[in-house]
């Protein structure tokens, strides 16, 4: 699975970065590369630090909201 590491990063540190929920995480492998306030400027320097290398950038939340999302969904039609 595609950032299983980073993931796993992520949840390892996550009472850690509690302080700092609602803000932008960015991980690469196992470093914590920062915490940034927009996820923009997270992207940013992730991409300018580690290329095309692959990294994480995710808001930090204590607890995960479920998303669920479903492909059984009938399109509309414009009116």
């Given amino acids: 699975m ?24 960015l991980i690469h492998g196992d470093e914590v590369a920062g915490v940034f306030t927009s996820s923009e400027d997270a992207l940013k320097i992730g991409y300018e630090k580690f290329k095309l290398e692959p990294f994480l950038v995710k808001q930090i939340q204590a607890v995960e909201r479920v998303q669920f999302v479903t492909r059984f ?7």
């Avoid at 969904?73 to 009116?79: C, K």
């Fill in 2 to 25: 595609a950032l299983e590491k980073e993931l796993a990063t992520y949840h390892a540190n996550l009472p850690g970065l509690t302080a700092d929920e609602g803000k932008f995480v």
């Fill in 73 to 79: 969904v009938e399109p509309r039609l414009a009116t």
